[in-house]
């Protein structure tokens, strides 16, 4: 499985983005997709999720009201939409795949199987 994550690049505070990863390879609606983030000088940490066939998604308490997941099964494609950027949001942004993770789960990584390249947003003041 190939993750090709794109969308990112400079916007203002206030301003909006739409990322999206696009997978290849051996796919399919039962992996859950999320989206991570890194921060310079930070740890990776966990932005939002969306399980399977986008039965239900989970969000990082400081992107809640702001960022939405969605997935496109049938274009094995998931999107964030990014409102409301904050310069904190500044971050290289990746895409994530697994299987197999669960509401308790999705939050960490490690529990990720593919990982896509990343993808940069930088929100100016």
């Known amino acids: 499985v190939q993750l090709q994550a794109s969308g990112g690049g400079l916007v203002q505070a206030g301003g909006s983005l739409r990322l999206s990863c696009a997978a290849s390879?051996?796919?399919?609606?039962?992996?859950?997709m999320a989206w991570f983030r890194q921060a310079p000088g930070k740890e990776r940490e966990f932005v939002a999720a969306?399980?399977?066939?986008?039965?239900?998604?989970y969000y990082a308490d400081s992107v809640k009201g702001r960022l939405t997941i969605s997935r496109d099964s049938a274009k094995n494609a998931v999107y964030l939409q990014m409102n409301s950027l904050k310069p904190e949001d500044t971050a290289v942004y990746y895409c994530a795949a697994g299987r197999g993770l669960i509401v308790s789960t999705i939050r960490n990584g490690r529990q990720y199987d593919y990982w896509g390249q990343g993808t940069l947003v930088t929100v100016s003041s």
């Open positions: 969306v399980f399977r066939s986008g039965s239900g998604t």
């Open positions: 390879g051996r796919t399919g609606s039962w992996f859950t």
